[in-house]
């Protein structure tokens, strides 16, 4: 079992910044690759960003150059820095463990 809780999220104008934090704790296979997703409504839950238990990351093409993902394991969280904001960046913010598919509550981000 694993629990998820984020935190972070808020309303910003565009070119603003945020950071997203999502504290994690239960089985650690589970939690090697952590991952951040977002959705809007009537649309799909898409992938955002990732890192994985060394630290190598994977990033959306629509977020490249704009948001960071980094972890303190021995902190259990993971965070998602987020500059550079646009409209287009607005929806809500997934923490999710990519091995064994945990979700968290979700943390809502809008962009003006």
């Known amino acids: 079992h694993v629990q998820l809780v984020e935190s972070g999220g808020g309303s910003v104008q565009a070119g603003g910044s945020l950071r997203l934090s999502c504290a994690y704790r239960?089985?650690?296979?589970?939690?090697?690759?952590m991952s951040w997703y977002r959705q809007v409504p009537g649309k799909e839950r898409e992938f955002v960003s990732a890192?994985?238990?060394?630290?190598?990351?994977r990033y959306a093409d629509s977020v490249k150059g704009r948001f960071t993902i980094s972890r303190d394991n021995v902190a259990q969280t993971v965070y998602l820095q987020m500059d550079g904001l646009t409209p287009d960046d607005t929806g809500t913010y997934y923490c999710?463990?990519?091995?064994?598919?945990?979700w968290g509550q979700g943390t809502q981000v809008t962009v003006s």
């Open positions: 239960g089985y650690f296979a589970c939690t090697k690759e």
């Open positions: 890192i994985d238990d060394i630290r190598r990351t």
């Open positions: 999710k463990t990519e091995r064994c598919a945990y």
